[in-house]
Nanobody
Framework: QVQLVESGGGSVQTGGSLRLSCVVS????????IGWFRQTPEKERAGVAA???????????DSVKGRFTVSQDNTRNTLSTVHLQMNNLKPEDSGMYYC??????????????????????WGQGTQVTVSS
């Protein structure tokens, strides 16, 4: 059973930084995508960043380009950690952040990688609050 556990959320002021981590376990395959999504009460869950574990492709939403960086630790297929470094945070970055995953050997388009419909396993989320 694939499982994801997020950590690293918290409260910061505008301009601050946070680093989120997502531990993915349980895969028996080596190629999968891990995406980061943000959800607020007012908006649907939106893709923020994604990474393809084997292919190395990285995707960002336009709103976070230049501020957020996604990276992965080189761990085993069955255990992988992906980080989302968030710098120069803005109040509109606030929300519940989820990581998600799906196995695939195909190269996804940016729209696919940042769409929640592309993923079938989800973590429980971690809250990020940015105050002005």
């Amino acid at each position: 059973q694939v499982q994801l556990v997020e950590s690293g959320g918290g409260s910061v002021q505008t301009g601050g930084s946070l680093r989120l981590s997502c531990v993915v376990s349980g895969y028996s395959v080596s190629s999968y995508y891990i995406g980061w999504f943000r959800q607020t009460p007012e908006k649907e869950r939106a893709g923020v960043a994604a990474i393809w574990k084997v292919g190395g492709a990285i995707y960002y939403a336009d709103s976070v380009k230049g501020r957020f960086t996604v990276s992965q630790d080189n761990t085993r297929n069955t255990l992988s950690t992906v980080h989302l470094q968030m710098n120069n945070l803005k109040p509109e970055d606030s929300g519940m952040y989820y990581c998600a995953t799906r196995s695939s050997w195909d190269r996804w388009s940016p729209d696919q990688a940042l769409s929640e419909r592309s993923y079938n396993y989800w973590g429980q989320g971690t809250q990020v609050t940015v105050s002005s």
